[in-house]
């Protein structure tokens, strides 16, 4: 997962790569649209369970809201690192 991040700190565009199956990339593609405009704290309270929930995914495919969950998680660590925070 890839963020822009303007001054404030607020997420304007969020972009994915996802090698997987179609939950994983439903999972990914619902988190690029879910981050924008939120802080990158905001980013960070996206519970996996929250996409599970959204999408219906069956319980044999919660690793890939885990994997969403993850890859927001490294995006913001990255973020921040750059940032010196």
């Known amino acids: 997962l890839q963020i822009k991040v303007n001054k404030?700190?607020?997420?304007?565009d969020?972009?994915?790569k996802t090698y997987?199956?179609?939950?994983a990339i439903a999972s990914s593609s619902l988190v690029t649209e879910?981050?924008?405009?939120?802080?990158?704290?905001?980013?960070l309270d996206i519970k996996n369970t929250q996409i599970a929930e959204e999408l219906a995914l069956?319980?044999?495919?919660?690793h890939c809201s885990i994997l969403a969950e993850d890859?927001?998680?490294?995006?913001v660590a990255d973020y921040k690192k750059k940032r010196g925070e």
């Open 20 to 23: 997987g199956c179609g939950s």
């Open 34 to 43: 879910w981050v924008k405009g939120k802080t990158v704290d905001q980013a």
């Open 71 to 75: 890859a927001i998680k490294a995006a």
């Open 8 to 12: 404030e700190g607020v997420i304007e």
């Open 58 to 62: 069956p319980p044999v495919k919660i």
């Open 14 to 16: 969020a972009k994915f």
